[in-house]
Structure formats: C-alpha cells, structure tokens
C-alpha cells in the first residue's frame, strides 16, 4: 500500500504537498509537529478529505479510530455495532483481542479514558483490514498507555496500522516512520530516527537516549 | 428493563387510557354508554375517539422526533418544541389565514407547506445559531420561539377580528386535540409509521453519527447532510400536527429521557423504538387530564410541561455527576 504525489488542500491553503511514501506491514508512525497534517493525512488515507493531486493505494476496508469521540450512554456492544457494519461475533473477538472481554454490556461512557479507546480500537479493527488511529496513547496513565501499546504490538501481526501521534515511546513498536512537516514528508525506518533528525522536525533539541533495551526520547525545555 | 418489556407496558396502557379518554370532557360518559344510541355515540365515536387517535399518533410522532433531535445533535435538551420548529410552524400555519383573508382560496393547500417553510426556518436558525453547543442552542430555540410565538401573537391579534373562526391564542401557542377528522389520523398515522420505521431502520447509522462524525464519515455518512434530512423530516411531521392542534411541547423532550432511564442505554436501537411505543400512552394521558379530568379543559402543554420540569431537572442533574 502506498501514497503517491498526495497534496490536500483545505480551506484554500495546502496542508499536504506532494506527499509520497510506503504503508508497510506492521505498524507505519506519523510524526509530526501540530499542524503538520497528521489528522488530515489519516483523513485523505480514509477517504474522508480528496485530495486535489495524487492517489492513496489501499486494499481492503479501513477501520478508524478518531482522536476525539463523544461520551456516548449504551452499551460497548452497542458502540461496537454502530454503523451496522460486521457480525456481533466479530465485534466480541476483537473485543476479546484487546483485552476487553466480558466488557460488552458495560456502559461506554461509564469505562475509563484508556478503555473506551481500545473499545473504539476493537471496533476499528474488527471494521478494516488497515486500520488508522489518531493519538491512541494522548492522556492516558502510563498503566493505561501501556496496554494500548501492548494491544498495538500485539495486532501489528495482523493488520497494518497507521498511527498518528506526538508520543515519540511509539517509535520503540513503529516498523516505518513517517514524518510530516511544513507539508511534506520523509519516510525512515524507526532506527534513523535520531537527534538530528528529531531535533529539525520539532525545532527544539530532542535527546534520544537508550535504555532498558529501548529508546527514551528527551526535548529539551529551558532553550 | 428491556426494550421489549417498556413497548409492552406502552401497548398494553393504551386501551385503558383510551377508554380514559373517551368518557373525559366537556360531558362526562360513562364505559357503558359508549355503545348507546344518541348523542353519546356521536360525543364518542365522531369526536374524541379521532382525537384520542390524534393524540397518541402526535406522541409517538413528537417522541421519535425528539429521540432523533437529541441523538443526531448530541443534546439531551433538543425536541420540536425546544428548537423552535413547533413555533416556527404555528406562525406559517398562522400565515395561511391571512393569505385566506386576502382572497387567496384553497388555504388548506398551502397550510402544511407554509407551517413546514416556517418550521424549518425555525429548526436551521437555532441549530446554526447554537453551533453543536449544548446550552448555545437551547438559548437560540427559547429565543426563536419567543420571536415566533410574539410573531403569532401579533399575527392572531390582527387576524381574529376578521377571521372569527380562527382558533384561540392558547390554541397556537399551547395546543388542544380538540377537532381532528379520522382523515387527519390517516395522514398521522401515515407519517407515524413512516418515521418510526425510517428512525428504528437507521438507528446504528445514528448511533455512529452519535459518537462520531469522523468515523460516521468515514463511512461514506455525510453527518451534516443526514442531519438536514432528519431535521426536514421533523419539520413536515411538526407542521401537520401544529397545523391541526397546536403546539405541543415538552413530549419530544421528556420521553427519550424516560426510555433512556428506565432502558439504563442511551442508544438509537433502544430508544427510538422505545420512545415510539411510549409517547402514545404519555400523550393520550396528557390530554385526557387537559380535556378535563381537571373538571375543566386546559391546553396540553400546560400539562405536558407539569409532566417534563422534574425530567428536565433529573437530565441536568445527571449531566453534573457526569461532569465530576
């Protein structure tokens, strides 16, 4: 899957600019700083925005996961069935796949931050064979990021993900990085991301530092 | 309670309240005596059994629009009365009197559409005005109704010197389910029907469009299009009924909530089919209490409001523990 010469103008200003890079297998990072064209990039992939030039190559269905929802008052399952897409069946394996078996009848606005994000996640991903998700691990504790991390390396195996974030921890499950800025983007594998790289995109000095086996990304802030 | 169980007691509420209904009014008739030859049989049959028809076709009508009002925009406080529409349809039903006055005959052609062109109008400026804020669009729909309700005020003022047989003020402004013909019930049940089949068909499209327009996009839903249609829908069912009762208010807010209280789900699949089946037997009581069980005949809104204070003040409550 691929996205080639992608440009997506909104309200009369380009967003995105000749954006060309490969979706991988696994899980492919959007990097970016605000305003970069995160969302709007996830929006184009899923159909929601056309863009002016360019094409977005993907098999399959799309599931989504939006950075931001409503509270809603029913039942996870309910939730789940939601645009009456797929089999009840389904819906309750992914549930299970994300950890939340058993939660089907529990009322949506009443779980936790962390919890109605993989509800949203399993219905994501029980919807499409790609499957694009905006900030899943923004606010949560680090129990909480930490199964939704869990949950993302574990279903990289079997659907191809494209994760929109500013939590750089994401880069240590990331297959592919994809960064946007100022409208165009670089395509690198996870391990090129360094200092300098990182440090150009944010405009402030990031540290990456390795530790436990795994990256630790430090920004600067008394600059 | 399962939805099931709340559509049952619903159904099986509604012969005894028709009977209810039936015996209440200006004259009282005993059960008995409905079946007798004379003026109770005409009192009965040809004048509040149509209107006990009208009255839980318009609940279950005004309850399902409610449900949709409140799904579709993500506010507990929305129903036909609350945005406006009822009003706005009240001063084009208005409208078509004074047309009738200036010679221009035929006024029961263009009734419906002119109630419907005024409650649309009504419905779109306090939904833009508010801009999906809760509170935004409540104070938007109190002030497109007062400005409706002044305008029909004014108008009627005007009107009811020239026009004597145009309904009273507390008609247009608070309804009575006096006079319906069965061809009216027709068209009722007609657009009952068609609304709770439409609604209950696409309810896990709004249930999508409730927790998300992005992910309702996604499926090639246009959010605020759907919206639109759903809002036109409301409009044309409110004309009718306001055209031929008055406006009736508080019912489309209050039943959704009781569904959704007793229902412990929030969800289109649960509550639309709920408030369809319990909005018949919360009107149809109503206004055997209006017409006179009282010992005299008020409007229906003036009931139905007295029914809704303590839902509304339930909603908001809850809304403030959910805050927290």
């Known amino acids: ?223 | 309670m399962r939805p099931g169980t709340l559509i049952l007691i619903s159904f099986l509420s509604i012969p005894p309240l028709t009977i209810l209904f039936l015996s209440t009014g200006a004259v009282f008739v005993p059960p008995d005596k409905f079946l007798a030859s004379g003026p109770y049989s005409l009192i009965v049959w040809e004048i509040r059994l149509p209107a006990a028809i009208a009255a839980a076709l318009i609940g279950s009508i005004l309850a399902v629009s409610g449900a949709v009002m409140q799904i579709l925009y993500r506010n507990p406080l929305l129903d036909p009365y609350i945005a406006g529409t009822a009003s706005g349809a009240a001063f084009g039903a208005l409208l078509a009197y004074l047309l009738a006055t200036a010679g221009r005959a035929y006024f029961f052609l263009y009734q419906v559409p002119l109630a419907f062109l005024f409650a649309a109008i009504a419905s779109a400026v306090t939904l833009a005005v508010g801009r999906g804020n809760v509170y935004a669009t409540v104070i938007a729909g109190v002030a497109v109704s007062y400005l409706f309700s002044a305008a029909t005020t004014i108008g009627l003022s005007y009107l009811s010197s020239r026009v004597p047989q145009i309904p009273p003020l507390a008609f247009w402004l608070f309804g009575y389910i006096d006079y319906v013909s069965y061809r009216v019930d027709a068209a009722l049940a007609a657009i009952a029907a068609a609304l709770a089949i439409a609604a209950i068909k696409e309810a896990r499209r709004m249930d999508l469009i409730a927790i998300s327009d992005e992910m309702a996009k996604v499926r090639r839903i246009r959010p605020d299009g759907y919206r639109l249609a759903w809002i036109s829908a409301i409009s044309l069912s409110t004309a009718l009924i306001v055209s031929q009762v008055g406006v009736i208010g508080f019912v489309g807010l209050m039943v959704p909530h009781v569904a959704r209280l007793a229902l412990r789900n929030g969800s289109a699949t649960a509550v639309i089919p709920a408030s369809a089946a319990l909005g018949a037997p919360v009107l149809l009581a109503s206004d055997a209490v209006a017409r006179g069980l009282l010992g005299f005949s008020a409007p229906v809104t003036a009931i139905t409001s007295i029914f809704s204070a303590p839902v509304i003040v339930l909603v908001l409550h809850a809304g403030k523990r959910a805050e927290r």
């Open chain 1, 1 to 223: 899957m691929q996205v080639r010469g992608l440009s997506v103008r909104l309200g009369g200003s380009y967003v995105l600019e000749d954006v060309s890079f490969d979706i991988v297998e696994g899980l492919n990072l959007v990097l970016g700083p605000n305003g970069a064209g995160k969302t709007t990039l996830l929006r184009t992939i899923a159909g929601i925005y056309k863009p002016v030039k360019g094409r977005v190559d993907v098999r399959g269905e799309v599931g989504y996961m939006p950075a931001e929802f409503a509270d809603a008052y029913m039942p996870v399952m309910d939730v789940l069935l939601a645009g009456g897409r797929r089999s009840p069946g389904r819906y309750l394996a992914w549930l299970k796949a994300v950890g939340l078996e058993g939660f089907e009848n529990r009322i949506f606005s009443e779980l936790s931050t962390g919890q109605k994000r993989l509800v949203l996640l399993a219905k994501a991903l029980a919807e499409g064979e790609l499957v694009l998700l905006d900030e899943p691990t923004a606010n949560l504790d680090p129990a909480h990021k930490a199964l939704i991390m869990g949950v993302l390396q574990r279903v990289k195996k079997l659907k191809t993900l494209v994760v929109a974030t500013h939590d750089l921890d994401l880069v240590n499950i990331a297959d592919n990085v994809i960064l946007l800025k100022g409208g165009s983007a670089i395509q690198m594998r996870p391990e090129e991301l360094n200092e300098k790289v990182l440090s150009a995109a944010y405009g402030i000095p990031i540290l990456v530092v390795e530790a436990d086996g795994r990256k630790l990304f430090l920004p600067r802030y008394d600059v």
